[in-house]
């Protein structure tokens, strides 16, 4: 696995609790992006990243847009989360999403990402996010 970090991204979170099982998160604010490496705690039986540790990642997505969200503070809670898987990612990969924010109301926040690897989008996912920036 190489684990060269591609320019513009930093580790995101703390990685305590659930995150530090699933290991380190990466974002590009700047980009909109974020970003892993899939390791041995993210592989199902046959040798490919988990669909659970893709829809792990994907719920991710709200890190990328946040500060396009209010002051980006505030704790925005996954509403609905889906992910159409489109080819396997395998250990050692950099799996990179591209993340747009779609829209902002009053009380949801809707984003979209495709995720991709060695050049071919490998999973694309949808979310919705409660927004709790109005009324803090």
């Known amino acids: 696995m190489t684990d060269k970090l591609p320019d513009g991204f930093e580790p995101y979170g703390d990685n305590a609790g ?6 380190p998160v990466y974002l590009d604010s700047a980009n909109c992006a974020m970003g892993f490496f899939v390791g041995p705690q993210h592989l199902n039986p046959i040798g490919g990243c988990h669909g ?3 829809a792990t990642f994907a719920d991710h997505q709200i890190a ?11 704790h925005l809670p996954t509403v609905s989360l889906t992910v159409d898987y489109l080819a396997p990612a395998f250990a050692g990969d950099w799996v990179h999403a591209a993340v747009m924010l779609v829209k902002v109301t009053r009380n949801l926040v809707f984003s979209q990402a495709l995720i991709t690897t060695r050049g071919n ?3 694309r ?7 709790y920036t109005a009324s803090a």
Not at 18 to 23: K, L
Request: proline letters at 0%.
């Open 64 to 74: 990328a847009v946040r500060h396009l969200v209010g002051d980006g503070n505030v």
């Open 52 to 54: 659970g540790a893709m």
């Open 121 to 123: 989008i490998i999973a």
């Open 125 to 131: 996912a949808s979310a919705i996010y409660r927004n």
């Open 18 to 23: 659930f995150g530090a099982a699933f290991g």
